[in-house]
């Protein structure tokens, strides 16, 4: 069964937090001293709410922001690259990382999830699986462990842009350094050449990974590195990641997967149209689809679509192939039954001449003396 899960990442509205950090960047000592109590009472403010999980970058430390200079697009996480300046700004350690246990603490108080953050995530495939992200993975995967020390639930936000033949790599060290932790994607999209596609490139990463394990896909709209989505482009993020997620519920052999396909091939070959329909991802989409062509009401009973006709539809044809198939058959055995049956009236016939040749040897006599 795929689950839905809704995530803000506005920048509105949010509380005193990045107001804060982005004030105080310039001020070295008031920075350094009090964005840490900022961010703990937001944290506390919003956990208040009723916030079900927090995405916290306390895996971009000050060491590994050097490995991003020579990278193609650098660091692309919102958080991460905040986090990164903070840290070159007053050359400490990332707050988040020695905080990390109070953050625990005020976490499990609250009953909230942490989604450590992929802060160094890749932003092109160029970048893909370079030291700077696999070094915050690691690091991630030893803050996942102290959140379970604290009782505390723990998913692991990953990348962003993968080609094909990385992903795999990707998935097996996420698992092999966060002790198989939830891990939860952003695509990954496997090119960077699709703006205004990019739900489709991000969709073929994504059912590639989750049929690899991993366990949440964060959707990707047409409008991802263009602008701020509609709700039609958000309509066409949530379909394509609804049907990479089932791609790799089939691949993985979820039985209620398999069913629904069956259920649907079944209705398509016997021109269910109505019930096609609503197996369908997207009911309305493939109803309109069906009706442009063909609108009337008796075109949904119909043994064909506008594609091949009535006259040269495949699974027509082969309807037809199998019906005529059952009839030779059928003819077939009823031969072979009529067959058997004059066989066995031979049999019958020969047994009853063998019974009157006996007799007539033994004299024809009715009674014999004894």
């Not at 430390?61 to 905040?82: E, H, K, W």
């Amino acid at each position: 069964v795929t689950a839905d899960d809704v995530t803000t990442l506005l920048t509105t509205e949010i509380g005193p937090y990045f107001t804060h950090a982005v004030d105080h960047m310039a001020v070295p000592d008031l920075g350094a001293l009090c964005i840490a109590a900022v961010f703990r009472d937001t944290l506390i403010e919003q956990a208040e709410q009723g916030i079900d999980y927090f995405t916290i970058h306390a895996g971009v430390l000050l060491r590994y922001v050097p490995m991003t200079a020579q990278r193609m697009t650098g660091i692309v996480s919102r958080g991460g690259s905040i986090m990164a300046k903070w840290c070159l700004f007053h050359h400490k350690e990332n707050f988040l990382y020695t905080h990390f246990e109070e953050i625990c603490e005020i976490m499990k108080a609250y009953d909230v999830t942490f989604s450590l953050g992929d802060g160094l995530r890749p932003g092109s495939v160029a970048d893909a699986n370079d030291e700077a992200q696999f070094s915050e993975l690691r690091t991630l995967g030893e803050l996942a462990k102290k959140a379970w020390a604290h009782d505390v639930q723990v998913f692991i936000e990953g990348p962003g842009h993968v080609p094909m033949h990385m992903i795999k790599e990707n998935m097996d060290e996420q698992i092999k350094h966060c002790d198989e932790a939830p891990f939860y994607t952003l695509g990954p999209l496997v090119t960077d050449i699709s703006p205004g596609y990019d739900h489709f490139s991000s969709g073929i990463g994504a059912a590639m990974i989750g049929w690899f394990g991993c366990a949440m896909l964060c959707y990707v709209t047409p409008k991802e590195h263009l602008g701020l989505p509609n709700k039609d482009d958000v309509k066409q993020g949530m379909i394509t990641y609804k049907i990479a997620a089932h791609a790799a519920d089939l691949a993985k052999g979820h039985p209620g997967a398999q069913i629904r396909d069956n259920a649907m091939s079944k209705a398509r070959f016997e021109f269910r149209w109505q019930d096609q329909f609503n197996l369908a991802i997207d009911p309305d989409t493939a109803r309109a689809y069906h009706d442009e062509t063909l609108p009337k009401e008796g075109h949904k009973v119909a043994h064909f679509c506008s594609m091949c006709g009535p006259k040269f539809c495949s699974m027509k044809i082969s309807q037809e192939v199998r019906d005529l198939d059952a009839k030779q058959i059928a003819a077939i055995h009823q031969a072979d039954n009529k067959s058997e049956e004059t066989k066995a009236v031979e049999e019958v016939r020969k047994g009853m001449n063998e019974m009157s040749e006996q007799f007539k040897r033994q004299g024809s006599e009715l009674y014999s003396e004894v």
